[in-house]
Structures are given as C-alpha cells and as structure tokens.
C-alpha cells in the first residue's frame, strides 16, 4: 500500500500524522510512504529523518493525495483539502463529524473511507487513539487556565497555587474522564482546590480514592453546576460524549452567575463545546471575553506541544496503520472490533449513528 503524510495545514497545527520510526515500520512491512516535505519539522522531525527511515518526500500537498492510498494525518481535512481526497481513498485521522456539518457533507461527497481517531473503540469502552491527546489536553488546560487567569491577561488575578495566608484559587472540572482527570491532577499538583463533577458514580469513587484531599468529588446536575460556578476561578469543559456533539451544560445565562475574570477553558470545543458560548479559536488568537468571563476554546491544544503529542499519538495509531496497510481497511476492520467502531463514513454512507442523530438526517447507516 502506499501511506502518504501530508503537512498539516490548520492554523497553529505543528503536528505530524506519523514519526520516521513509523515510517520505518511500515517500509519494513514492504509498504511505500510518502511524506510531504517539511511536514514534520514543527515536531522536530526533518525530511533527512524520514528518508532515512525509507520514506519518499514529495513536496507539494497535491502530489501526497494524488499518490497515495491512504492518507494518514492528525486534524481533519479542511477546505482547501477536500478536493484533493478521492473515491475509496483511505482517509485516517481525527474528524470530530458531529462539531461540522460542512465536514460531513464533504466527505460523504468524497466517496472516501474515513476512520476517525476519536471513535476507535476498544472492548471496555476505553478510546485508544483518543486518549493521548485527552492527556494532553488535560494536562495542558490547567497551564493555560493558570496563565489567562493573569489580570494582564483579562483574568481574576488569582494564582492557582496561592501562598502561605491566602488561600489558593479554585478549579471546577466538568466531566471525570481522561481530559478531567488529567486536569485535576495537574491542578492539585500546584496547590489549587478542586472539584470534579460527572454523573458516572463508579468513576467519581475512583477519583475520590486517588487524589488528595483537596481533590473533591461531587455528582454533576444542574443545581451542582449553577452552585459551584459563582465560587471557581477555572472552569475545565471535559465532557465527551462518544462521536456525538458535547452536552451543553453551562447556559448563556449562567455566565453571570461568574465573577469578572473567571476563565473557561473548554476541552470539549472538538465535539462542540459543552458551554453554550464556546466557539472554536487558534492558538494565534485563543481567547475571547463575554459577560466579563474569558473563554479558551482552542480546537487543537496539542498541537502546541507538538513534539510530545506527535509521540504520543504514534505509539498508539502506528498498530493501527500497520494493520490497514497489511491487510487493507476492509478486511482490518472486519478482523479488529475496535477498528471497525471507527469507521464513520464508507464512500458516500454514513457509517457511525451518532452522526445521523447529531445532525438529525434520516440517511440509512451503511
């Protein structure tokens, strides 16, 4: 098979769809690649890396689509590349259909195979290439949140950590997942107080038995949610629903609840934000203020550390690639549960339901 790696081309988005130690893996496997030049140098890969590993660079995007018989990257394909994709054409990467209706339409209208990251699913629910970057994420939510809650930044002026006599700031994380999880640690790693809010018992008595005590778990409802916002400094969004679009759980309304200076940092902005008020931004310019409260709702937080997230993200997806290119998509899904859970459009179908149900089409699922 014939693996291309196009540069990634969204704002800010230094990541690379694949390492020169995977491009070696897959030359080993008797595959070709194709690496676009200086497609991986934002990470710290050079094309003398890939060549050395095996790989053939090509310089232009066009040339990578136009040779290849899967493509594989990391943020999904946006306009100036949907021309470029082909009918029965492989296409892996994360998608995040239920956050674009625009996205969806293109592709369907591609013919392509699209099997997205984020819907990968292995027996016990868990998502294998979804994780990495939910840790991530996570981790990095608390760094920003601490940063924006600067008053030259348009935050409360609070540090997170406080200092002998006055008491540290406060952290609201919504949802108890990867990316909550992850941002609690870090948060009480530098002092703060926290709260973590899900609806999931089993996983709120986990938290509760790991974490310090200033760690606290509670069950998330409305009441909960509307109580806890008038007190915290940071909000984290870490909701996910599975391939469809994030619940909304703080209303337009509820941002008056805030102090002036609350900062928000909605990890869930991928699958549409579960604030009311998220919208999508880049790391050029990441932040926005209504009603006195900051918003941080960067779609690709990773991509800023990109040298760690492309790693990541490799050593999870290369078995998976490896797997596609061996035996080819159809029948690597049909062997592999969990790669088959991630197929969401199969040339011109709609393969995952939660896309019909997001956008609330009455196309048949393939």
Same mark, same amino acid.
């Given at each position: 098979m014939i693996i291309g790696v196009p540069k990634e081309i969204k704002n800010n988005e230094s990541r690379v769809g694949m390492t020169p130690a995977g491009v070696y893996e897959l030359v080993k496997n008797h595959?070709?690649?194709?690496?676009?030049?200086?497609?991986?140098?934002?990470?710290?890969?050079?094309? @003398?890396?890939?060549?050395?590993?095996?790989?053939?660079?090509?310089?232009?995007?066009?040339?990578?689509?136009?040779?290849?018989?899967?493509?594989?990257?990391? +943020?999904?394909?946006?306009?100036?590349?949907?021309?470029?994709?082909?009918?029965?054409?492989?296409?892996?990467?994360?998608?995040?259909?239920?956050?674009?209706?625009?996205?969806?339409?293109?592709?369907?209208?591609?013919?392509?195979? &699209?099997?997205?990251?984020?819907?990968?699913?292995?027996?016990?629910?868990?998502?294998?290439?979804?994780?990495?970057?939910?840790?991530?994420?996570?981790?990095?939510?608390?760094?920003?949140?601490? @940063?924006?809650?600067? +008053?030259?930044?348009?935050?409360?002026?609070?540090?997170?950590?406080?200092?002998?006599?006055?008491?540290?700031?406060?952290?609201?994380?919504?949802?108890?997942?990867?990316?909550?999880?992850?941002?609690?640690?870090?948060?009480a790693g530098l002092g703060a107080h926290v709260t973590i809010l899900d609806v999931n018992m089993k996983r709120l008595r986990y938290i509760n038995d790991v974490m310090p005590s200033h760690v606290v778990t509670?069950?998330?409802?409305?009441?909960?949610?509307?109580?806890?916002?008038?007190?915290?400094?940071?909000?984290?969004?870490?909701?996910?629903? @599975?391939?469809?679009?994030?619940? $909304?759980?703080?209303?337009?309304?509820?941002?008056?609840?805030?102090?002036?200076?609350?900062?928000?940092?909605?990890?869930?902005?991928?699958?549409?934000? &579960?604030?009311?008020?998220?919208?999508?931004?880049?790391?050029?310019?990441?932040?926005?203020?209504?009603?006195?409260?900051?918003?941080?709702?960067?779609? $690709?937080?990773?991509?800023?550390?990109?040298?760690?997230?492309?790693?990541?993200?490799? $050593?999870?997806?290369?078995?998976?690639?490896?797997?596609?290119? $061996? @035996?080819?998509?159809?029948?690597?899904?049909?062997?592999?549960?969990?790669?088959?859970k991630g197929l969401n459009i199969i040339e011109g179908e709609i393969a995952y339901r939660e896309i019909v149900e997001t956008f609330g089409w009455e196309e048949a699922l393939a």
């Amino acid at each position: 098979m014939i693996i291309g790696v196009p540069k990634e081309i969204k704002n800010n988005e230094s990541r690379v769809g694949m390492t020169p130690a995977g491009v070696y893996e897959l030359v080993k496997n008797h595959h070709k690649v194709f690496v676009q030049s200086t497609a991986g140098e934002g990470s710290g890969f050079f094309d @003398k890396d890939y060549q050395t590993a095996g790989a053939t660079i090509l310089e232009s995007i066009d040339e990578i689509y136009a040779s290849s018989d899967m493509i594989v990257k990391v +943020k999904e394909p946006i306009e100036q590349e949907y021309s470029l994709i082909r009918q029965g054409q492989v296409i892996f990467t994360y998608f995040h259909f239920a956050s674009s209706e625009i996205l969806t339409k293109a592709m369907l209208a591609s013919g392509a195979i &699209c099997i997205a990251y984020e819907t990968v699913e292995d027996s016990d629910g868990t998502l294998p290439l979804l994780t990495p970057m939910s840790e991530v994420a996570g981790r990095m939510a608390i760094q920003q949140g601490a @940063k924006y809650l600067e +008053k030259p930044k348009k935050g409360r002026g609070v540090l997170l950590g406080g200092v002998p006599g006055v008491a540290p700031g406060k952290v609201l994380v919504l949802g108890a997942g990867v990316v909550g999880t992850q941002a609690a640690k870090m948060a009480a790693g530098l002092g703060a107080h926290v709260t973590i809010l899900d609806v999931n018992m089993k996983r709120l008595r986990y938290i509760n038995d790991v974490m310090p005590s200033h760690v606290v778990t509670e069950y998330s409802n409305e009441f909960n949610i509307r109580k806890h916002i008038e007190t915290h400094d940071l909000i984290i969004g870490g909701v996910l629903l @599975k391939g469809a679009k994030a619940p $909304n759980l703080i209303s337009r309304d509820m941002l008056k609840m805030m102090r002036p200076g609350t900062v928000i940092v909605d990890v869930a902005v991928d699958q549409g934000g &579960c604030v009311e008020t998220t919208k999508p931004t880049t790391h050029e310019d990441p932040i926005y203020i209504i009603d006195d409260v900051v918003h941080y709702s960067v779609a $690709n937080m990773p991509g800023a550390v990109p040298y760690t997230s492309t790693m990541a993200l490799t $050593n999870v997806t290369l078995p998976f690639v490896l797997a596609l290119a $061996n @035996k080819g998509w159809y029948k690597a899904c049909e062997e592999d549960e969990a790669l088959h859970k991630g197929l969401n459009i199969i040339e011109g179908e709609i393969a995952y339901r939660e896309i019909v149900e997001t956008f609330g089409w009455e196309e048949a699922l393939a």
